[in-house]
């Protein structure tokens, strides 16, 4: 059984940075494509970043594109979220998110086996 724990949320000011990370244990971390979701209150969870678990993958949602950037490093089985040039509508629990082993990655949220707690992200204006 893969666990996954967040760590890295808090509050910050609007064009801050912020960097999440998702330690797993319980599994073969090099093996799972990994993803980060958000979900803002009222709303449903949504995807953020996906990575391969090569790490030779990358994909962003739209909104978040040019700004947040995920990586992984399969030594210290750990995915991280780095998160620059915040802003308020970024505001949410971020989720990472593990599939089965050796599958791609994916930005469907039915696609990820494996969640985390989540750790709350807040974006002040």
């Known amino acids: 059984q893969v666990q996954l724990v967040e760590s890295g949320g808090g509050l910050v000011q609007a064009g801050g940075s912020l960097r999440l990370s998702c330690a797993a244990s319980?599994?073969?971390?090099?093996?799972?494509?990994m993803g980060w979701f958000r979900q803002a209150p009222g709303k449903e969870r949504e995807f953020v970043a996906t990575?391969?678990?090569?790490?030779?993958?990358?994909y962003y949602a739209d909104s978040v594109k040019g700004r947040f950037t995920i990586s992984r490093d399969n030594a210290k089985n750990t995915v991280y979220l780095l998160m620059n040039t915040l802003k308020p509508e970024d505001t949410a629990v971020y989720y990472c998110?593990?599939?089965?082993?050796?599958?791609?990655?994916?930005?469907?949220?039915?696609?990820?086996?494996?969640w985390g707690q989540g750790t709350q992200v807040t974006v002040s204006s």
């Open positions: 319980g599994g073969t971390f090099s093996s799972y494509a």
């Open positions: 998110a593990a599939r089965k082993q050796y599958l791609p990655t994916s930005t469907k949220r039915s696609s990820y086996e494996y």
């Open positions: 990575i391969s678990w090569s790490g030779g993958t990358t």
